[in-house]
Protein backbone atom coordinates (compact mmCIF):
# COMPACT_ATOMS: atom_id res chain seq x y z
CA UNK A 1 0.00 0.00 0.00
CA UNK A 2 3.10 2.46 0.39
CA UNK A 3 3.91 2.22 -3.08
CA UNK A 4 0.28 4.39 -3.66
CA UNK A 5 0.45 6.44 -0.88
CA UNK A 6 2.42 9.46 -3.29
CA UNK A 7 0.01 8.98 -6.29
CA UNK A 8 -3.15 8.79 -4.21
CA UNK A 9 -2.40 11.95 -2.25
CA UNK A 10 -1.07 13.37 -5.59
CA UNK A 11 -4.32 12.93 -7.21
CA UNK A 12 -6.88 14.23 -4.28
CA UNK A 13 -4.00 17.36 -3.91
CA UNK A 14 -4.72 17.81 -8.00
CA UNK A 15 -8.29 17.53 -8.13
CA UNK A 16 -9.13 19.22 -4.61
CA UNK A 17 -6.12 21.90 -4.45
CA UNK A 18 -5.81 21.89 -0.93
CA UNK A 19 -2.61 20.32 1.18
CA UNK A 20 -5.50 19.62 4.24
CA UNK A 21 -7.95 18.51 2.08
CA UNK A 22 -5.80 16.20 0.03
CA UNK A 23 -4.49 14.54 3.69
CA UNK A 24 -7.33 14.30 5.05
CA UNK A 25 -9.05 12.10 1.40
CA UNK A 26 -5.68 10.36 1.15
CA UNK A 27 -6.03 9.02 5.08
CA UNK A 28 -9.79 8.24 4.00
CA UNK A 29 -8.83 6.05 1.51
CA UNK A 30 -6.31 4.00 3.52
CA UNK A 31 -9.24 3.85 6.31
CA UNK A 32 -11.32 2.51 4.03
CA UNK A 33 -9.14 0.06 2.04
CA UNK A 34 -7.93 -0.91 5.31
CA UNK A 35 -11.61 -2.14 6.21
CA UNK A 36 -12.74 -3.47 3.05
CA UNK A 37 -9.65 -5.49 2.12
CA UNK A 38 -11.52 -8.69 2.75
CA UNK A 39 -14.14 -8.06 0.05
CA UNK A 40 -11.59 -7.15 -2.87
CA UNK A 41 -12.10 -9.78 -5.24
CA UNK A 42 -9.04 -9.32 -7.66
CA UNK A 43 -11.58 -8.35 -10.46
CA UNK A 44 -9.67 -5.51 -11.18
CA UNK A 45 -6.19 -4.66 -10.63
CA UNK A 46 -5.72 -2.81 -6.84
CA UNK A 47 -4.45 0.49 -8.28
CA UNK A 48 -7.53 0.56 -9.89
CA UNK A 49 -9.74 0.22 -6.67
CA UNK A 50 -7.46 2.66 -5.38
CA UNK A 51 -8.09 5.34 -8.15
CA UNK A 52 -11.92 4.88 -7.46
CA UNK A 53 -11.86 5.34 -4.02
CA UNK A 54 -9.75 8.07 -4.58
CA UNK A 55 -11.57 9.86 -6.92
CA UNK A 56 -15.10 9.22 -5.54
CA UNK A 57 -13.96 10.67 -2.14
CA UNK A 58 -12.36 13.63 -3.67
CA UNK A 59 -15.74 14.67 -6.08
CA UNK A 60 -18.03 14.11 -3.17
CA UNK A 61 -15.33 16.14 -1.25
CA UNK A 62 -16.14 18.76 -3.77
CA UNK A 63 -19.72 18.89 -3.97
CA UNK A 64 -19.85 19.11 -0.56
CA UNK A 65 -21.87 21.83 1.01
CA UNK A 66 -19.84 24.73 2.24
CA UNK A 67 -17.18 24.31 -0.06
CA UNK A 68 -17.02 26.85 -3.11
CA UNK A 69 -16.27 24.91 -6.26
CA UNK A 70 -14.44 28.68 -7.51
CA UNK A 71 -12.14 28.49 -4.05
CA UNK A 72 -11.02 24.95 -5.13
CA UNK A 73 -11.14 25.68 -8.56
CA UNK A 74 -8.25 28.76 -7.65
CA UNK A 75 -6.69 26.97 -4.98
CA UNK A 76 -5.82 23.83 -7.60
CA UNK A 77 -4.40 26.15 -10.28
CA UNK A 78 -1.62 26.90 -7.62
CA UNK A 79 -0.53 23.80 -7.49
CA UNK A 80 2.81 23.50 -8.90
CA UNK A 81 3.97 20.12 -11.01
CA UNK A 82 7.09 19.04 -9.41
CA UNK A 83 9.96 21.19 -8.30
CA UNK A 84 10.82 24.96 -9.94
CA UNK A 85 13.55 24.31 -12.36
CA UNK A 86 15.95 27.50 -11.87
CA UNK A 87 17.15 27.29 -15.67
CA UNK A 88 13.29 27.31 -16.78
CA UNK A 89 12.53 30.13 -18.76
CA UNK A 90 9.84 32.81 -17.84
CA UNK A 91 7.94 31.71 -20.98
CA UNK A 92 7.73 28.03 -19.58
CA UNK A 93 6.62 29.03 -16.50
CA UNK A 94 4.08 31.41 -17.53
CA UNK A 95 2.70 28.59 -19.81
CA UNK A 96 2.88 25.69 -17.12
CA UNK A 97 0.90 28.44 -14.70
CA UNK A 98 -1.59 28.97 -17.64
CA UNK A 99 -1.93 25.15 -17.84
CA UNK A 100 -2.87 24.60 -14.23
CA UNK A 101 -5.28 27.65 -14.34
CA UNK A 102 -7.14 25.77 -17.07
CA UNK A 103 -7.12 22.85 -15.89
CA UNK A 104 -8.27 23.78 -12.68
CA UNK A 105 -11.26 25.62 -14.79
CA UNK A 106 -12.34 22.45 -16.22
CA UNK A 107 -15.85 21.26 -14.84
CA UNK A 108 -15.36 17.99 -12.52
CA UNK A 109 -15.96 15.43 -14.74
CA UNK A 110 -13.34 16.61 -17.33
CA UNK A 111 -10.47 17.28 -14.50
CA UNK A 112 -10.80 14.15 -13.11
CA UNK A 113 -10.30 12.09 -16.35
CA UNK A 114 -7.02 14.96 -17.61
CA UNK A 115 -5.67 14.34 -14.08
CA UNK A 116 -5.68 10.20 -14.14
CA UNK A 117 -4.87 10.46 -17.97
CA UNK A 118 -2.32 12.82 -19.00
CA UNK A 119 -1.00 13.61 -15.05
CA UNK A 120 -1.05 9.75 -13.70
CA UNK A 121 -0.73 8.00 -17.09
CA UNK A 122 -3.78 5.73 -16.35
CA UNK A 123 -4.80 3.52 -19.36
CA UNK A 124 -8.65 4.63 -20.61
CA UNK A 125 -9.87 1.16 -19.10
CA UNK A 126 -8.07 1.85 -15.71
CA UNK A 127 -9.73 5.17 -16.19
CA UNK A 128 -13.39 3.89 -17.19
CA UNK A 129 -12.92 0.68 -14.13
CA UNK A 130 -12.15 3.40 -11.47
CA UNK A 131 -14.71 6.06 -12.27
CA UNK A 132 -17.44 3.30 -13.03
CA UNK A 133 -18.04 4.63 -16.41
CA UNK A 134 -18.36 3.60 -20.30
CA UNK A 135 -14.64 3.77 -22.08
CA UNK A 136 -16.32 5.49 -24.72
CA UNK A 137 -17.35 8.37 -21.89
CA UNK A 138 -13.90 8.39 -20.58
CA UNK A 139 -12.30 8.82 -24.02
CA UNK A 140 -15.04 11.49 -25.00
CA UNK A 141 -14.63 13.49 -21.72
CA UNK A 142 -10.84 13.62 -22.15
CA UNK A 143 -11.41 14.68 -25.76
CA UNK A 144 -13.47 17.26 -24.68
CA UNK A 145 -10.85 18.28 -21.76
CA UNK A 146 -8.27 18.62 -24.10
CA UNK A 147 -9.91 20.70 -26.94
CA UNK A 148 -11.10 23.07 -23.95
CA UNK A 149 -7.25 23.00 -22.64
CA UNK A 150 -6.05 23.98 -26.35
CA UNK A 151 -8.81 26.34 -26.64
CA UNK A 152 -7.28 28.43 -23.60
CA UNK A 153 -4.22 28.01 -23.68
CA UNK A 154 -3.96 29.11 -28.17
CA UNK A 155 -2.33 32.48 -27.38
CA UNK A 156 0.65 30.95 -26.47
CA UNK A 157 1.42 29.09 -29.55
CA UNK A 158 -0.37 32.02 -32.08
Known amino acids: MLTYQ?????IALRMLGDRGDAEEVAQEVFLR???SIGRFRGEAKLSTWLYAITSRL????MRAPGRGRRAGEQ???RVA???????ATLE???IQAALHRAIAELDEERRIVVVLRD?????????AAALELPLNTVRSRLHRARMEL???LERFWS
Open 81 to 87: NGHPNPG
Open 119 to 127: LHGLAYEEI
Open 75 to 77: ALG
Open 33 to 35: VHR
Open 92 to 94: AGE
Open 150 to 152: KER
Open 6 to 10: HRIFS
Open 58 to 61: CLNR
